[in-house]
């Protein structure tokens, strides 16, 4: 698995490599991915991340990851909405009727509602990983891709605390769900490893 992509995030490359990723799959695959992207791009807009980047960036690199990766087409449309009910104002109804049951439900596995600690959260995610491996692949997914600019916008002691929870919960536990891309697995210990000597 390349981090090319990853390496230099920038929105016109990032797009470039998700669309080379997907351009091979069936057009009835591809018409669905193509309308999480354009939904992606709508409900994100302007919106930019800490780090400055434009958020959709972001959940670009995930659903690139995840079609990398061999995903299905609903889990890669999840991949490029996995933030909407978390950091818009997107509900909970617009997106179970524009994108179907099966992405809300990859949505909102992983999701992390502010009434939840990290740790209930996590567990959740646990849990329906153990349902559903596709929510695993979407968080280790959105954790590559967050590992990647994560140290622009954390003091050093939180990247540490990021780190070892990467470490402790993705690496040690979310790692073992079955049927998990081990490529992806990879990956995710790789960026670990080198942002680890980089601290």
Not at 42 to 61: A, M, T, V
Not at 71 to 88: K, P, R, S, W
Not at 104 to 117: G, P, R
Request: aromatic content about 10%; proline content about 3%.
């Amino acid at each position: 698995m390349t981090e090319s992509f990853l390496d230099r995030p920038d929105l016109y490359s990032t797009t470039l490599y998700f669309l080379q990723e997907i351009k091979n799959r069936s057009e009835l695959e591809q018409t669905p991915i193509m309308e999480g992207l354009f939904g992606a791009a709508q409900y994100y807009g302007e919106l930019r991340r800490k780090s400055g980047n434009l958020y959709i960036l972001h959940p670009l690199q995930v659903a690139a990851l995840l079609a990398q990766s061999g995903a299905d087409q609903d889990t890669i449309v999840a991949g490029l909405l996995h933030d909407v009910l978390e950091d818009t104002e997107t509900g909970a109804g617009e997106l179970k009727h524009r994108f179907g049951e099966a992405v809300y439900q990859l949505v909102e596995a992983v999701t992390h509602q502010k009434m939840f600690s990290t740790k209930e959260h996590l567990e959740k995610v646990y849990s329906k990983s153990r349902k559903d491996p596709r929510v695993a692949w979407i968080k280790i997914a959105d954790r590559c891709s967050n590992l990647t600019d994560y140290h622009l916008v954390f003091s050093l002691e939180k990247q540490r605390e990021f780190l070892q929870e990467t470490e402790t919960f993705y690496l040690a536990e979310l790692a073992e769900v079955p049927d998990l891309p081990r490529e992806l697995v990879r990956l995710l210990a790789r960026l670990t490893e080198k942002l680890k000597e980089q601290i």
